[in-house]
């Protein structure tokens, strides 16, 4: 394998969770040209990523849009693409490419099934494993070892951290999380709030709520409900918020892209988690936490609540409480921890 193509949109969250794939491919074929396929909107996260030779960005969801990608991919001459996403404008984009070999999940595991045609090799992964693993059985199938994790993500100079670490001076600070791209996988604002005043004042860590497009004013709902003890973050860019995973004590967040960062950069995480699975979506450290309602939840997988009773409401301040403790006690409890 000379010329290699990922081909993974989005999200966020399912990015980072391709990255050991990508690493797996390198370690696989250090010479080899490895390039990546992504949304716009997600280009950043790539120009972290030191195995990817180049990230392809498909610029809008249009016929120009998918006309001018196809050109710049049948130009490169790859002799595989791998379809981590399994969609079918995913297979599609793989099979444009003009690849000798396009390789997908079988049918079985894919998220539209019509995406099937378009590979002309398939794995099989095991049903019940998380989608880190899930991507590594389809590289695996390549003959690429697959034993290693990896989440290779490039340090760069952060003035959202700087700023975080001035305000701070020099104590430790926790990431809060309130926000996510389903409104079913957010905690309620008010109990982030609670929580951000138990970090403070009985952990000693200074709550930083995290916020992106569009949830600058939940963030700052969070801090008024914690009682003068957090504040909110600078805007960030995803190195920023890499950065700042890095250098935290710990985050707490639902189910969305931040959290998936925070465990990337071994980052302490507790997760809350609803309409979808930890076991396939959480992080894979087995001593962060998750706290998940998945089991009784009937809306698995669907971006808006459409029982009557929603299911991250479920899940009380003073249960998060007692899973940070536990999770910071562990995380001093590791080697080299200070």
Request: with cysteine; glycine share 6%; proline share 6%.
């Amino acid at each position: 394998m000379n010329r290699i193509l990922i081909v993974r949109l989005g999200s966020l969250g399912d990015i980072v969770h391709a990255l050991p794939a990508a690493a797996a491919l390198r370690r696989a074929a250090p010479h080899a040209r490895i390039d990546w396929l992504v949304d716009a909107q997600h280009r950043e996260l790539l120009d972290l990523v030191p195995v990817v030779d180049e990230a392809l960005v498909l610029r809008a969801r249009t016929l120009v849009g998918w006309l001018d990608v196809t050109r710049v991919l049948r130009a490169r001459g790859y002799d595989v693409a791998i379809d981590l996403q399994g969609l079918l404008k995913s297979a599609v984009l793989a099979r444009a490419s003009g690849a000798s070999r396009v390789l997908g999940f079988s049918i079985w595991h894919l998220r539209e099934r019509t995406a099937r045609p378009f590979y002309s090799e398939t794995a099989t992964p095991e049903a019940s494993e998380h989608v880190v693993r899930k991507n590594l059985a389809l590289v695996a199938a390549l003959g690429v070892k697959t034993d290693l994790l990896e989440f290779p993500l490039a340090a760069r100079e952060s003035p959202a951290l700087s700023e975080v670490r001035r305000v701070a001076r020099g104590a430790a600070f926790a990431l809060v999380n309130p926000g996510a791209a389903w409104p079913n996988k957010r905690w309620p604002p008010d109990r982030f709030g609670a929580l951000a005043a138990t970090l403070r004042n009985r952990f000693g860590l200074m709550p930083v709520v995290l916020w992106g497009p569009g949830e600058e004013a939940l963030a700052r709902s969070v801090a008024e409900a914690s009682s003068g003890t957090a504040v909110v973050a600078p805007r960030t860019a995803i190195s920023d918020l890499v950065e700042l995973a890095r250098a935290a004590s710990l985050m707490v967040s639902g189910d969305t892209g931040p959290i998936h960062i925070a465990a990337a950069v071994n980052t302490p995480v507790v997760g809350l988690y609803g309409p979808t699975s930890p076991a396939r979506n959480g992080p894979w450290s087995p001593a962060d936490i998750c706290l998940s309602r998945f089991e009784r939840c009937e809306c698995h997988h669907k971006r808006r609540c459409t029982a009557r009773a929603w299911c991250l409401e479920d899940i009380t301040v003073t249960e998060v409480e007692a899973a940070v403790e536990r999770r910071l006690a562990q995380s001093r409890a590791e080697p080299g921890a200070s």
